[in-house]
């Protein structure tokens, strides 16, 4: 699993709440990845980062922020949830150059009601 | 845009059977093919990597291979058991190392 952990793992809020999802990994790789995988959608990229305080926009980023201020986090943050945001989050690390192969942490369920 | 397609989306077949999990994408300027495997409830697994250089991957009974001129991947089961039953992902790479997912194809292997 590549030391990557997600917290929380499970949350239910109500629309109009923040939320913030923790991705926290031990082996200092430089790529973090946010996804969302919804049903009859697959998994889409959110937003990622591409080192410390420099992060980038993916195909699904509306309604979503990111921030990284140490190496082994990348926090994502709902600033106002919605039903639609209702999904299950992944978070990745790219681990390089020599595996070149991208490592997927447990999730988190967010339901928005 | 980079799209993956997998085909079938579904798919059972009796245990012992070898199999062939299809995967196409439509820029071939890929970096390179990740297979993973997702467990009902779980996280993604990740079983094979093939590099843009290279043309096929072998893990156990697992063997994948990538066409990238005709924008095919697929993925050999030999000997399939009930325990591969699971949803089988293939994921295109692109610059920056971000990955482009097909939709799945989610397998039963029944006893």
């Known amino acids: 699993d590549a030391g990557i952990t997600q917290s929380p793992r499970h949350k239910v809020t109500e629309t109009g709440t923040p939320v913030t999802l923790r991705c926290h990994q031990t082996?200092?790789?430089?790529?973090m990845y946010w996804y969302r995988q919804d049903p009859g959608h697959g998994l889409r990229l959110i937003h990622y980062s591409y080192g410390v305080k420099d992060t980038d926009k993916g195909e699904v980023s509306d309604g979503y922020s990111v921030s990284r201020s140490k190496t082994e986090d990348f926090l994502l943050t709902l600033e106002s949830a919605t039903s639609s945001q209702t999904s299950v989050y992944f978070c990745?690390?790219?681990?390089?150059?020599?595996?070149?192969?991208?490592?997927f942490g447990p999730g988190t369920r967010l339901t928005v009601l | 845009k980079q799209e993956v397609t997998q085909i079938p989306a579904a798919l059972s077949v009796p245990e012992g059977e070898n199999l062939v999990l299809n995967c196409s994408f439509t820029d071939s300027a890929i970096y390179n093919l990740q297979w993973f495997r997702q467990d009902p409830g779980k996280g993604l697994t990740s079983l094979l990597l093939i590099q843009s250089s290279q043309r096929e991957q072998t893990s156990g009974r697992l063997n994948a291979s990538l066409d990238k001129s005709s924008g095919r991947s697929t993925l050999y089961i030999a000997a399939s058991q009930p325990g591969d039953s699971a949803t089988y992902l293939c994921a295109a790479y692109n610059a920056g190392n971000m990955l482009t997912f097909g939709g799945g194809t989610r397998l039963m292997v029944k006893p």
């Open positions: 082996e200092n790789h430089r790529y």
């Open positions: 990745a690390i790219h681990a390089g150059p020599v595996e070149d192969t991208q490592y």
